[in-house]
């Protein structure tokens, strides 16, 4: 059975872009080990440059599970609902790599793990929404209709994104500006900083494209053998 299955789950693509993004997240660690300590954080900036990439790929997989939720919406095909709950699910865990992160940082820092700032309390807000994302999805036994109301949350949801990147924009508090100022297009990083800071962003793409791929894979096997079972 084992040996049945294995195959069909991690095919060649996926083996590929895992192997990938393995070896491009060690140069990355490499390169932020290398890299000199920040003026102000010393060497707890190493923490950033995970910390970055999985804030980034959090908002990236929200926005790709609203994407393939339209899809559905529009083509009413099952594998799209499939891979918009894929790519929340995995959002979701880099969300909370996100706000663990954080938290390291933030202890050395602040001199505590959390507090209600603006960025922190929109992060826990953002947060606490795909939970029940997935709270919803399992309270519906109906598939088309868990389907239906995924969608729209997932569409909802991407609403809380740009309230969360901006809020360090908009409200003045003790969380740091962007470490890459993608609005006014500028950084203060040494140039070794942001090379190591976007080896490891590409590397932790590589990751949730492979990891949607597998999920995605995973629950069409599951959509499979339940279709048996009812026949």
């Not at 900036?45 to 919406?73: D, E, K, P, S, T």
């Not at 969360?164 to 890459?180: C, D, G, K, L």
Request: no cysteine; charged share 15%; proline share 4%.
């Amino acid at each position: 059975m084992n040996h049945a299955v294995k195959p069909a789950l991690l095919d060649r693509a996926s083996t590929y872009l895992l192997a990938l993004a393995v070896v491009v997240f060690a140069v990355g660690q490499y390169l932020a080990f290398k890299a000199p300590p920040d003026a102000q954080q010393g060497y707890l900036v190493r923490i950033l440059y995970v910390h970055v990439g999985a804030a980034w790929v959090a908002y990236l997989a929200f926005f790709v599970a609203m994407l393939f939720a339209v899809l559905y919406l529009w083509k009413q095909h099952p594998a799209y609902d499939r891979l918009s709950s894929a790519s929340a699910e995995i959002g979701l865990v880099f969300m909370l790599l996100t706000l663990f992160g954080g938290m390291m940082w933030a202890r050395p820092t602040w001199g505590i793990f959390w507090t209600w700032e603006p960025r922190l309390t929109t992060s826990a807000i953002l947060t606490a929404f795909y939970v029940g994302y997935f709270l919803l999805r399992h309270a519906i036994e109906d598939p088309e209709f868990r389907a239906k109301a995924a969608a729209a949350a997932a569409i909802l949801g991407v609403v809380n994104i740009p309230i969360n990147y901006m809020s360090v924009y908009w409200w003045r508090s003790i969380h740091q500006t962007a470490t890459v100022d993608l609005i006014n297009r500028k950084t203060h990083m040494d140039p070794e900083m942001l090379v190591a800071m976007l080896v490891n962003l590409l590397a932790i793409n590589l990751f949730f494209v492979a990891f949607v791929r597998l999920k995605g894979r995973l629950a069409a096997l599951e959509a499979a053998r339940e279709e048996r079972y009812e026949q």
